[in-house]
């Protein structure tokens, strides 16, 4: 079972005495083709820890371009406007013992090519036997606020804000999508991830971290890698290294060992998902997913 996060992680290792690597700056054109039509779906053999141990599970993630309402910031239904975002919705799904969790994580960036571009808006749930969580960050008037809404009485009602300008953990996956060379090299400071402070029932903190672009297993695919110098804990991302820049998959690890890690398996193109609502195409499209 340890196969894959064990030759992933080996493989960080080895490209950093390979030397480091910087993407080019993205060329804005391919980058709006590559978004122009309907969804992106990717398929991940997923291992993730919980209660002390690793186990199987399936990531899913959808990219879109989706029009969108700034000032709302909610979908643009009514066509209203011209403002349009890279959405992403990432899943993930395994089981713990006897009952199951489910994780949706949701993030809203502008479809646009401007220095410091941010995430408008993340929301994240988290879902099992016990209860269910919810946070939902947004930013306004220069200022990311974070609030969560969950059964346990620690984190009930928490908020968090800070600079509008600080990077999000979370928005560095549609960062990478759309000009991963905008992304921070060296010391900077960073949102940790809504998952990992639910997991970890840590409060939402701004942290400081050391990142850098690694190679990665292949000879068209790069890694960044983010380390939280307090907590050790670390997240290395792989892409390939031109547009679109697709997710390979990732490393998690934390000072006790590997927190998640996830392998692609299959990816669709411009796959208009919501128009397979009835069973016969829903089947087909989920068999070319490699779905149950």
């Not at 930013?139 to 908020?159: A, L």
């Not at 998959?249 to 998640?260: A, H």
């Amino acid at each position: 079972m340890l196969i894959f996060i064990l030759s992933f992680s080996l493989c960080c290792i080895a490209s950093c005495k390979q030397g480091l690597v910087r993407p080019e700056q993205a060329d804005w054109d391919e980058v709006k083709k590559a978004w122009s039509g309907a969804a992106e779906i990717s398929v991940y053999e997923l291992k993730q820890e919980r209660y002390g141990r690793i186990v199987d599970g399936e990531a899913i993630m959808i990219y879109v371009r989706e029009p969108f309402l700034k000032d709302r910031q909610v979908k643009d239904e009514m066509g209203s406007g011209d403002f349009q975002v890279l959405k992403l919705n990432a899943t993930r799904d395994f089981k713990t013992g006897v009952y199951p969790y489910r994780t949706l994580m949701s993030v809203f960036h502008p479809l646009e090519n401007k220095v410091g571009t941010r995430a408008l808006k993340v929301t994240t749930s988290i879902q099992e036997w016990c209860g269910h969580v919810f946070m939902q960050t947004n930013r306004r008037d220069g200022v990311t606020t974070t609030d969560v809404q969950s059964y346990f009485e620690k984190e009930e009602g928490e908020r968090f804000q800070a600079a509008g300008a600080i990077l999000l953990e979370d928005e560095v996956w549609t960062m990478l999508r759309l000009n991963p060379s905008a992304l921070p090299v060296g010391k900077t400071e960073m949102v940790l991830g809504n998952l990992a402070a639910r997991f970890g029932h840590l409060k939402q903190v701004t942290a400081p971290v050391v990142t850098e672009w690694k190679k990665g297993s292949g000879s068209e695919s790069i890694i960044y890698e983010i380390f939280y110098t307090k907590s050790g804990r670390r997240l290395a991302i792989e892409i390939s290294d031109s547009v679109p820049y697709s997710i390979l998959g990732w490393s998690e690890m934390g000072k006790k060992g590997i927190l998640s890690s996830a392998k692609l398996k299959r990816r669709l193109e411009n796959v208009d998902y919501w128009n397979y609502k009835d069973d016969k195409k829903g089947r087909e499209l989920r068999k070319k997913l490699g779905l149950q």
